[in-house]
């Protein structure tokens, strides 16, 4: 499983685009990147998914590269209830769990 | 459509005893993965079950801890002779099949363990 690098933790304001960047040098050529996101005394919950180029949907956007060594999660107009933590992810389609780094614990600022 | 239940939310246990955590999964799932989460660590996987077998333990302590996924009712992850390292937030994820690229894992809030 590809090894991702992500920033520990960042703070932005409300209504900001906040932009959070992952690192996977290693990525393969099967692998997908998927995000969560995790709220304190709750379960993770999938955001978005991606393999190469845009990925948009209701929460966020996901863009990678054309080497697709790194991805950015961008979270349009932020609020206080986006403070959580976010979980990059690599994996191959064969995989059959997914391993958790640390993540990146967003602190959203009135 | 419910999702994932685990119970309890809340655990306390005393060192030597046994712990029972409950997950039933999301109607229509058949696949369960259980994670242990530290304090201000991130999720670190213990194992994956179907209906009636374990597919990757790979995760999971060899001594004291045991999972299992029966046909019938809820999975449980047992651990036994608690000891205080064992004091973390416990989660369950299903999948309807296993094939994590199309369908994303769906979380538990979790059952938090403390051992006295």
């Known amino acids: 499983l590809a090894k991702t690098t992500q920033p520990i933790s960042m703070d932005s304001y409300e209504g900001q685009e906040v932009n959070i960047t992952c690192s996977h040098n290693n990525i393969a050529t099967n692998d997908y990147i998927t995000w969560y996101q995790q709220f304190p005394s709750q379960g993770p919950r999938f955001i978005i998914q991606?393999?190469?180029t845009k990925v948009t949907n209701e929460v966020a956007s996901l863009f990678i590269p054309a080497d697709r060594k790194s991805s950015t999660l961008s979270l349009p107009r932020v609020s206080l209830s986006d403070t959580a933590v976010y979980y990059c992810l690599v994996g191959d389609i064969g995989d059959d769990k997914i391993i958790f780094g640390k993540g990146t614990r967003l602190h959203i600022l009135p | 459509n419910a999702g994932v239940m685990q119970n309890p939310r809340h655990l306390v246990r005393r060192r030597g005893q046994e712990a029972r955590l409950r997950c039933s999964p999301m109607k229509g799932h058949s696949h369960v993965y259980w994670y242990r989460q530290l304090p201000e660590e991130g999720l670190k996987f213990m194992v994956y079950?179907?209906?009636?077998?374990?597919?990757?333990e790979s995760g999971m302590p060899k001594e004291r801890f045991s999972a299992e996924f029966p046909k019938e009712g809820p999975s449980i992850l047992r651990i036994q002779q608690v000891v205080r390292g064992d004091s973390a937030a416990y989660f369950c994820?299903?999948?309807?099949?296993?094939?994590?690229?199309?369908?994303?894992?769906?979380f538990g809030n979790g059952t938090r363990l403390t051992v006295t």
């Open positions: 994820a299903s999948s309807p099949n296993g094939e994590l690229r199309v369908s994303p894992l769906h």
């Open positions: 079950l179907q209906k009636e077998n374990i597919i990757d």
């Open positions: 991606g393999y190469k």
